[in-house]
């Protein structure tokens, strides 16, 4: 009797691995690289300051966290941003992207400040869509209804991928909610080559990586964990660039 | 009264007469021991939060670096603790002379497996237990882990250390009946095959070669430890020990069950097998193997099967020499009885080759400079000398105990106790210092090390080799167990555990002292230091080697057979 139960045991548990592991080989691209990412983490944060010409001009950063409620799995992506740019000033963006374990968007909530607009973003689940309404103090816009598909939070300077486990040559589709035009757009991303970087005095083996999202072309590099090194942003935001830090040190550069 | 209730009855009442056998000194040796476990698991946590600290700090590197490290540490532990059984369990399995007592009364033959292998685990994976739980406690400290993460991380713990020692015992009891019809030399060979290929597969894993001309030495550990894929398969059982670890470690407590009921469904899986196998062939091949046991037969082949070449041929060779002096024919005994046990045997082939890969890996190491140079160096001759204290305390501290309840003819035999105490020693000394000078050597010209470093490291290894062969000899006359036959055993029992701890100590002592002037003088102190530092180390060894004789032979003359 007791063996019996030993055998119904170890076949259900197998069978349930085999069955985990199959769901993740079956994940699309992008799931799958957002699966690599978290690994075992289950939290995952990244801290970028922006630098011009060797000028701090501010950070971009945010969390990626896999939570697990009593309706399944959560993936919680926040987003904290802060930046000069020229001509449009300071810009300040935050907030907050909730996915279900199929990266489809639950909820979401953005709070975006410049010179001059003042907005407040949210979005929720409306039947096979995705609606998101967004208030603002310079004009009246209708709701989005975004399909219902893997929706990624970008920053003022564009979408960073929580994504890990690149192959050289690979091609990414990912559709991106941009916070800054309040829109939503395919930020496209090339695996260029692995090479060995050095990065705060340390080598790295790295992928080199070709975003191009709104017109806006950069090269970034991300080690075999997916953690963002170093982003270099192209035309019309030349000699941007990104540089990975932590939190605690951002906060540092913002006393100054 | 079940069979196996009577077992257990039995071995709590050994239990308990050994307790109530508590002399004084037997309590200041259980003190000792106690203490030194203790510092054992304290220093294993300090040490290895301070790694993990110190690699958590790289940015965009550390936190993965620190996750690779916990699954390299399963990987290893699941080899090594498959190998360690595969080794004690056969002997305990079918050779034991407790298996053939057990076997002689009505007990059924799954219960004699499941009290042996019980045992046998218990004994491969007591000492990985306490060194391994330090690391993933300190793991879980750096991550901050909830209170539960420490319970968390003792069942998986366990549960893995549960599942090694049962896949090292599938293996025994798979394998048994092949090697049983093996030749001796052909079972050497495939030994050796064996071991050429586990060797070859560890080095190309790994891929040294690859690594030729990297600077960083946090990118080559960052590869080493990515490269082998198995280690990274989700059906692997290490992965699932480690993902339990790391959900443990995020207080996701529901994932962490997952991955551990996993590892546990597979452990459980081994008992009905077990059971069945029990049931159906142990006896048969517990027969089979006591007819004729393959290490025997290595050396004592028939005459018309040897043909007059081989090891039988050694073995004769051994058996008709005409010692000249009485160290010669005691010499001679030792060699011969320690060719004739499978274990101890097939133990230091092991020991042999962990030497030689431990000496492979370091041939494509990067060549470092200034202070790392000698951080290097320190660490190597520390590697050094650890492995061969655990060959003291495997092989040359349970020398005099196997002497068994015979060791009234070599007590009456015409020399002193003191003798038979010097005699162990020098034996001991012979093989302790053929292995580590050469692996000392090879090490350090694989680190292309300057001539200085390199002659202070063989002087260490000198130094450390006399004082570990003195400590393993004098602590093994003090501490005999006669009634044992079984050398793994006796090198675990109480006055093992307190050698390996004395022995860990002197080895940390004697690096000290040779340590000292580049500490004090920073990297390039006058040599008069470095003399004195030689010095000091070798009245050091003088002294403990006088010390240990003292204590051995003094031990044994009052010992009464």
Known sequence: MLSILVLVFWCTMNTLLVLRERRVASLEQYRAGVTTFLGNAFFRERWMSIHRKSKYLGYTGGTLEKTFTTDGIAIWQTLESRVEIDPLGPIEISGTLVSDQELHPLTLTVSVQTNTLQAQVTGHRSGSKFSVQVKNNLLPLPTLELPLEELLLGDALGPSFPIAGFKVGEKLDVPCFDPLTLKRDIAQVRVVSREVKEFDGILVDAYQLETAFKGIKSRSWVNDAGELLLAELGPPLQDYVLRRTTKADIQKLEKR | ?561
């Open chain 2, 1 to 561: 009264m079940t069979p196996l209730q009577s077992i257990l009855r039995m071995r709590l009442a050994s239990l308990w007469n050994k307790a109530l056998n508590l002399r004084t000194d037997s309590l200041t040796k259980s003190m000792i021991v106690v203490f030194g476990l203790g510092n054992v698991i304290g220093l294993g946590f300090w040490v290895s939060h301070a790694c993990f600290n110190y690699i958590e700090s790289f940015p965009a590197f550390g936190t993965a670096l620190n996750a690779k490290m916990i699954t390299t540490l399963f990987f290893t532990l699941f080899i090594l603790v498959v190998l360690s059984t595969v080794i004690v369990a056969y002997a305990t399995l079918f050779l034991a002379r407790e298996t053939d007592f057990l076997f002689q009364h009505p007990i059924p033959p799954e219960t004699v497996l499941g009290v042996k292998l019980t045992e046998a685990i218990a004994f491969s994976s007591w000492a990985t237990l306490f060194l391994c739980y330090p690391v993933l406690a300190s793991f879980g400290w750096l991550r901050r882990a909830p209170p539960i993460y420490y319970f968390e991380a003792t069942v998986v713990l366990m549960t893995f250390l549960l599942f090694a020692g049962f896949t090292g015992t599938a293996i025994v009891l798979l394998i048994a009946p092949v090697v049983r019809r093996l030749t001796g030399r052909q079972l050497l060979a495939a030994g050796c095959l064996l071991l050429a290929f586990l060797g070859w597969t560890f080095l190309r894993s790994f891929d040294f070669w690859a690594m030729d001309g990297e600077k960083s030495q946090l990118m080559v550990l960052d590869r080493f430890m990515s490269r082998i894929s198995t280690m990274n398969s989700p059906y692997f059982p290490g992965q699932w020990a480690s993902s339990a670890i790391f959900a443990a470690s995020a207080g996701q407590h529901g994932e962490a069950l997952f991955h551990c009921a996993t590892l546990l469904a597979n452990t459980l899986i081994f008992v009905p097998l077990f059971a069945a196998y029990a049931r159906r062939h142990y006896g048969a091949e517990w027969l089979a193997a006591r007819e004729r046991p393959a290490a025997i037969r290595l050396l004592n082949q028939d005459e018309s099967e040897a043909q007059g070449t081989g090891a039988s041929e050694g073995s004769r060779r051994i058996t008709r020499m005409r010692p000249q002096n009485p160290l010669q024919a005691l010499l001679l005994k030792d060699i011969l009885i320690f060719l004739r046990d499978p274990a101890q045997l097939s133990q230091s082939l092991l020991f042999v080759l962990l030497m030689v890969i431990y000496s492979l890996s370091l041939v494509r190491i990067p060549t470092f400079g200034g202070s790392l140079q000698l951080v290097v160096h320190f660490a190597n001759l520390g590697a050094v000398c650890m492995i061969l204290s655990s060959f003291t305390s495997r092989f040359i501290f349970p020398l005099v105990s196997l002497e068994g309840r015979a060791f009234w003819i070599v007590g009456m035999a015409p020399v002193t106790r003191g003798y038979i105490v010097r005699q162990k020693a020098f034996f001991g000394l012979g093989v302790s210092l053929t292995l580590g000078l050469s692996t000392i050597a090879v090490s350090n010209i694989s680190l292309q090390s300057p001539p200085g470093l390199f002659l202070g490291a063989m002087y260490s290894v000198l130094c450390s080799g006399v004082c570990l062969t003195s400590l393993a000899t004098g602590l093994g006359a003090a501490y005999p167990i006669f009634d044992e036959d079984n050398p793994a055993r006796i090198a675990v029992g109480l006055g093992g555990t307190l050698n390996f701890f004395a022995s860990a100590l002197c080895v940390g002592f004697v690096i000290g002292l040779e340590a000292l002037p580049y500490l004090c003088f920073g990297q390039a102190p006058q040599p008069v230091w470095i003399y004195a530092s030689h010095f000091l180390a070798l009245a050091f060894t003088l002294c403990l080697a006088a010390f240990c004789h003292r204590l051995g032979s003094q031990s044994l003359l009052r010992r009464d057979f």
